[in-house]
Nanobody, 120 residues
Framework: QVQLVESGGGLVQAGGSLRLSCVASGDIFMISAMGWYRQAPGKQRELVATFTRDGNTNYVDSVKGRFTISRDNAKKTVYLQMNSLKPEDTAVYYC??????????????WGQGTQVTVSS
């Protein structure tokens, strides 16, 4: 019922920038949380950045000062601006949106993943 479509990944040189977008659609009454995760080959998926409706954000230490999470509530879209990219940022990035459908049933949806590759 709730679908997330990601875009914006690609190949970039170290020091470059990318902006990821994730658009939510379907039976959405309200959104309670949004976040970005990433998974590199042979590594566990980790939370990169989160955003909640009260305006709080948090980031994994390795991206602080370089990545910024933002959102457009009207468009039900969450973004991840990635600056000063490093090779260790190479991973598949997934967006996650949590909330409630009409009737108050909760949902926890994931995007399809978008590859980010940073060359040395």
């Amino acid at each position: 019922q709730v679908q997330l479509v990601e875009s914006g990944g690609g190949l970039v040189q170290a020091g470059g920038s990318l902006r990821l977008s994730c658009v939510a659609s379907g039976d959405i009454f309200m959104i309670s949380a949004m976040g970005w995760y990433r998974q590199a080959p042979g590594k566990q998926r980790e939370l990169v950045a989160t955003f909640t409706r009260d305006g709080n954000t948090n980031y994994v230490d390795s991206v602080k000062g370089r990545f910024t999470i933002s959102r457009d509530n009207a468009k039900k879209t969450v973004y991840l601006q990635m600056n000063s990219l490093k090779p260790e940022d190479t991973a598949v990035y997934y967006c996650n949106v949590q909330g409630n459908r009409a009737g108050m049933n909760s949902f926890d949806s994931w995007g399809q993943g978008t590859q980010v590759t940073v060359s040395s």
